[in-house]
């Protein structure tokens, strides 16, 4: 059976998240479903990382193994490649969804759009896989351009944001931590968490200028950690708390006083970065061992 990798990109808007929920318009939901039309089968799908109702990608990764019968019989009589075939087809079968889903939307558009389909190795897994996950969260305050055209993607605040105090408060986050009290932990799961970069600033140039932008990376995220980093950055920033708070909320590994959590709308998944092949299955098994703080 190939296994196959998806590069995606989503507007959050109008799914309740990533994961299939009965009676709800969810990302999996809406791509599972476009992808056993086209296939003739009924796929499962690895994402490399579940976002929240109303959060955006840009790169999101999924892999699936679909049988030898359905990837040979993808391209018909034509003379494009299987991957070539699940690119147009899903592109059609996706756009007919979001027309029949969604407020009035250009024909032929969709919320959610494959951007790339490949054969990848047995070892490749979307979610143990990873090396790294990015985000950026955009903010726009008094001292930003408010474009109407991206609110659905810009939180938008009032007052100016003090976005040197924001980026001091960063530094203590830095680093492999028990992330307690900047997620919701599942059963069973950890909250151990190496964070790489936390970059809070002011953009000065491109799409971005004027925003204040929060570039996240880690090797992975629990549940909402992301919007409470920029939940506790936010109050730094409105003068609500000192720069030493987020840092004393990240030792107190508690989920009384918790980090807040921001709005999800200003938040995209920027990057999935992935080892070599060679590195695939050492990696995934790596990232399966359930991790305890080294100091």
Known sequence: ??????????????????AAQPGLRTVEGVLTSALATVLREPVRLTVAGRTDAGVH???????????????????????????????????????REAQDSLPPTPRGASDVVVTGVRIVPEAFDARFGALTR???????????????????TVLWL???????????????????????SYCKPREGATTIRTLRALDWRRASAGPDAGLVTLGVVADAFCHSMVRSLVGAGLAV???????????EVLAARTRNGAAPVAPPHGLTLEEVTYPGDDELAAQAERARTTRRLTC
């Open 1 to 18: 059976m190939p296994r196959i990798r998806l590069d995606l990109a989503y507007d959050g808007t109008f799914f309740s998240g990533w």
């Open 57 to 95: 990608a840009a790169a999101q990764v999924v892999h699936l193994d679909v049988s030898s019968q359905a990837w040979g019989a993808l391209p018909g009589r034509s003379e494009r490649s299987p991957e070539t075939a699940l690119l147009t087809r899903l592109a059609g079968v996706l756009a």
């Open 134 to 152: 990015r985000y950026t969260y955009r903010i726009a305050d008094d001292a930003a351009p408010r474009d109407p055209a991206r609110r659905a």
């Open 158 to 180: 009032p007052g100016r944001l003090d976005v040197e105090a924001m980026a001091a408060s960063a530094a203590p986050l830095l680093g492999e931590h028990d992330f307690l």
């Open 237 to 247: 920033g409105q003068g609500r708390k000192p720069a030493t708070w987020p840092g």
